[in-house]
């Protein structure tokens, strides 16, 4: 007598509806990732939403508002430091990579700011108060692209506004800042 | 007769739903995600806009409100991802000498971000 062995398996409607539902879960997931790539192209990168760089729009900002005097963004800064190979010249100049501002501080004392951004993805704010550096911050992290420019508005011509652009060169920030009034 | 048990239709069919439950779950949260992500990038980009026509239109006197453009003046390249958009600033009198500057950015048709001014008749220029 032979013995036939049943040897049981998939029907190929089994496998096909397996592959449907699998496939159905694959195509989901391919189109939102697809989705979230095109977001990323398409929006340039939310730096505002960066500590670091929020904390530096913070700082520009109340430097600027509380920019002091008739003319509170001076055209040339020199930096002297003391160091024990003897004293340091730096000379700041303002620039699209360079904002020198007097600024008023809660003392009611001024201070000279200088930020730099020549270095790129990084910001340096020095403060100096009487000609000596009172404080040295740095941010990393940044865009690669910091521009400082003027905007004019009417009756106020020195307001600042600070533009930064993205690694593909998309806007990112645009930023005006422009000193309180002080009549 | 080796018995060869396996799993019941209803163990099989409950540990489907679960299972789908689970994925449909995960795709729900991954769609949520980038639609919470494309919503704040797009206000980042709106309130910069914002905050930019804001410092113009709080140095414009008092008696000039009237007279400023509808839409916006300063610069709204920044507003670009978000094309097709409408800008629009609307001054209104709230009681004598108080008025209300509303900004605002509309777009892709639903979407819209504002921000409101009150200017105060102190008398003097430039002021907040």
Excluded: C
């Excluded at chain 1, 900002?61 to 509170?72: E, H, I, L, Q, Y």
């Excluded at chain 1, 940044?142 to 011509?157: G, K, M, Q, S, V």
């Amino acid at each position: 007598m032979v013995k036939v062995r049943r040897e049981r398996g998939y029907t190929l409607i089994e496998v096909i509806f397996s592959l449907a539902i699998f496939g159905f879960f694959l195509f989901t997931l391919t189109a939102l990732m697809t989705e979230m790539r095109l977001l990323e192209r398409h929006y340039p990168i939310d730096y505002m939403r960066h500590p670091q760089v929020i904390a530096l729009m913070s700082r520009m900002r109340k430097d600027v508002v509380d920019a002091f005097g008739s003319s509170p963004y001076p055209a040339v800064f020199v930096e002297r430091t003391m160091t024990p190979d003897g004293p340091v010249v730096t000379e700041h100049r303002q620039s699209s990579k360079t904002l020198i501002i007097t600024s008023v501080q809660t003392t009611g004392f001024t201070q000279t700011i200088v930020w730099d951004f020549s270095t790129p993805g990084e910001a340096r704010r020095k403060a100096f108060s009487v000609g000596s550096l009172v404080s040295n911050w740095v941010a990393r992290g940044l865009p690669a692209e910091f521009t400082i420019n003027t905007f004019e508005i009417e009756d106020r011509p020195y307001s600042v506004r600070l533009i930064a652009k993205d690694r593909r060169g998309r806007l990112a920030i645009d930023q005006i800042f422009q000193p309180r009034s002080h009549e | 007769m080796r018995s060869q048990r396996g799993f019941s239709l209803i163990e099989l069919l409950f540990a489907l739903l679960i299972l789908t439950l689970v994925i449909l779950t995960t795709l729900a949260m991954f769609a949520e995600r980038n639609r919470r992500l494309q919503q704040a990038s797009e206000l980042i980009l709106a309130y910069q806009a914002l905050a930019n026509e804001s410092e113009v239109v709080r140095r414009v006197g008092y008696g000039q409100l009237e007279l400023i453009d509808d839409d916006f003046s300063t610069d709204t390249t920044i507003l670009r991802p978000l094309a097709p958009f409408a800008t629009a600033v609307d001054v209104t009198v709230v009681r004598p000498g108080v008025k209300s500057v509303t900004l605002s950015i509309k777009w892709r048709a639903d979407k819209e971000a504002k921000l409101s001014l009150f200017r105060v008749d102190t008398g003097g220029t430039n002021l907040w």
